[in-house]
């Protein structure tokens, strides 16, 4: 399902938290850290670079669908560790 997940995620643009690929790196950190799996962790930081790449002030300002997920997701991952980062 990880795998399939990791799929679907390589074709969507959407960068969102609850709907695109934010979501999706939360996901797959969460998942190396108890799998141990080193590619999902490794797919997770390929997404955030893209994530990073293609954030634009164009986009909704909303929780779910917009910048504000997208920055606390941002904010999530740094704080558990997943990466380093001053958010």
């Given at each position: 399902m990880t795998q399939q997940l990791i799929e679907k995620a390589q074709h969507i643009s959407d960068l969102s938290l609850w709907n695109g690929k934010m979501g999706i790196v939360i996901y797959l950190f969460h998942v190396a850290q108890i799998t141990k799996i080193e590619n999902y962790e490794i797919q997770a930081n390929e997404f955030v670079d893209e994530i990073y790449n293609?954030?634009?002030?164009?986009?909704?300002f909303s929780?779910?669908?917009g910048l504000l997920g997208i920055g606390s997701g941002f904010e999530y991952i740094i704080n558990h560790k997943f990466m380093d980062g001053n958010s």
């Open positions: 293609h954030i634009s002030n164009q986009l909704p929780f779910g669908n």
